[in-house]
């Protein structure tokens, strides 16, 4: 663990049981050592915060890689702090780049850490929860790792789409299920029809830890990342 996640764990996790009452539940769920992702549904910003403050391991994201790549001082704090939060970068700039950005994650995985990650891709739009995208399923099938599905509720009170600042008082749920049985698409080659069975399997275990209703498409790009892949703003 770097000095900085530990001092930011050390100070969020406590911080965050204050001002949120956080019920967390299956912790038992999450493997004691090895690698392991947790897959999660995703509603506010502040969901990998929140993970990473109330699991009781040390989680790795994936990270856009503008943030590690600019220049001068600015840019090289940036990039440290980064790397000490255990981020990830990854490029996003569509294509092929996007299709392989979830490789980054295989050496995290291989050295026994864990991977937080949101299947959905991006944010909900409305509180509904949105197809999954397969890259997960390959991933944990290219470790190998097992699969955690988690489900958040209530973050997007916390912080909504659009919110700079998150708001003190919402109470939310962290659900943590049991890791998904992936013998049926273990020790062979997995096709894309394999890899959208998977991907289901594990939508579904979400869907039933948070009660969301469930849409069978793509959640929809907001107007902030089509701007964003055009270069004219960067957020996440």
């Given amino acids: 663990m770097s000095a900085l996640y530990a001092v930011g764990k050390f100070a969020i996790s406590p911080v965050s049981r204050l001002l949120w009452r956080p019920k967390v539940s299956g912790l038992d769920n999450v493997p004691a ?17 929140l993970m990473g403050a109330l699991m009781p391991r040390n989680v790795y994201f994936l990270a856009k890689d503008e943030y590690f790549i600019a220049s001068g001082v ?10 000490g939060l255990n981020q ?16 980054a994650a295989l050496p995290v995985l291989r050295d026994g850490h864990v991977l937080g990650i949101f299947p959905e891709g991006t ?51 962290v659900r943590v299920g049991e890791p998904l049985d992936l013998s049926q698409w273990q020790g062979g080659e997995i096709d894309s029809r394999g ?13 039933q830890l948070t009660g969301q209703e469930y849409v069978t498409r793509y959640a929809p790009k907001r107007p902030d990342q ?11």
């Fill in 195 to 207: 890899l959208r069975e998977l991907t289901l399997k594990l939508m579904n275990a979400i869907q």
């Fill in 33 to 49: 050592t090895g690698p392991a992702i947790l897959a999660s549904n995703h509603q506010s910003v502040i969901d990998s915060v």
């Fill in 226 to 236: 089509i701007a964003a892949a055009n270069g004219s703003v960067e957020k996440d």
């Fill in 123 to 173: 944010r909900s739009p409305d509180g509904r929860l949105y197809r999954g995208r397969p890259g997960v399923a390959k991933l944990a099938l290219d470790a190998p790792a097992p699969i955690i599905p988690i489900g958040l509720l209530n973050t997007e009170k916390i912080q909504p789409i659009g919110a700079s600042v998150p708001r003190i008082g919402p109470t939310v749920e």
């Fill in 88 to 103: 990830i970068p990854v490029d996003r700039s569509g294509g092929r780049a996007s299709l392989m950005a979830l490789d």
């Fill in 74 to 83: 600015k840019g090289t704090v940036m990039r440290n702090v980064m790397y």
